[in-house]
């Protein structure tokens, strides 16, 4: 079964909406890492956050805000007032530590086309 | 230079060529790792490497051979590839546990 699921494919908005970005994992772990990267068309990831199982608050940076919520398996990401800079594909991920290093499940990643 | 840096960033080989890709790390982190990602896919974890020591590989192909000499740099070495191995690869890095990779721009290899 895939550990992260992003079930959207392909958002597409004109500027100034605002859009949501869902994404549900599935881990057996009481410990574990929540991330969200960009990945504009140059090809790198861009870490945007990372948070832990042990914290739930609701996090906002500018225009971007993340809601996670272990009742449901969910991390979601929106962009209020979304422009066209952040056309890109977004993945979620989840990080399960294995002694000294991070596995990491990525979703299959969500491609965001902001119009203007 | 700062962060993870890949080079080549653009790649074409034909399929009995050998070439290698390179990744260095300046961030003093213990573990780097290799992935893929094909068109339409989630990013695959292909290898890991902490303290110098593969410690993960992912049922990948022999035709794709990791080299990690010290903690700062990590190759992958390719050898007779085939076209359906054309994809971007992305080198990433990490400090122990932190649970936080930090990913280079990626080779966009293409084989054919």
């Known amino acids: 079964a895939q550990k992260v699921t992003q079930a959207q494919t392909e958002i597409s908005v004109v500027e100034k909406e605002d859009v949501t970005l869902d994404c549900v994992y599935e881990?057996?772990?009481?410990?574990?890492?929540l991330f969200w990267y960009k990945q504009p068309p140059s090809g790198e990831l861009v870490f945007l956050i990372r948070?832990?199982?042990?914290?739930?608050q609701n996090e906002i940076s500018g225009r971007y805000s993340w809601n996670f919520q272990k009742s449901t398996s969910s991390f979601n990401f929106t962009i209020t007032a979304s422009q066209v800079v952040d056309s890109a594909v977004y993945f979620c991920?989840?990080?399960?530590?294995?002694?000294?290093?991070?596995?990491?499940?990525f979703g299959s990643g969500t491609k965001l086309n902001v119009k203007p | 230079e700062t962060g993870v840096t890949q080079t080549p960033r653009h790649l074409v080989m034909g399929m009995t060529n050998k070439k290698s890709l390179k990744c260095e790390q300046h961030?003093?982190?213990?573990?780097m790792y290799w992935y893929k990602q094909s068109a339409k896919k989630p990013l695959e974890l292909m290898f890991v490497?902490?303290?110098?020591?593969?410690?993960e590989n992912n049922s990948v192909p022999s035709r794709f051979s990791p080299e990690c000499p010290n903690s700062s740099h990590l190759f992958l070495h390719l050898h007779t590839l085939q076209p359906e191995d054309s994809a971007l690869y992305l080198c990433?890095?990490?400090?122990?546990?932190?649970?936080?990779?930090?990913f280079g721009p990626g080779t966009r290899l293409t084989v054919l």
């Open positions: 991920a989840l990080s399960e530590t294995f002694y000294n290093f991070n596995k990491f499940y």
């Open positions: 961030l003093g982190h213990n573990a």
């Open positions: 490497y902490n303290f110098k020591e593969q410690t």
């Open positions: 948070r832990n199982s042990f914290d739930e």
């Open positions: 881990t057996r772990d009481t410990t574990y890492y």
């Open positions: 990433a890095s990490s400090q122990d546990r932190t649970g936080f990779e930090f």
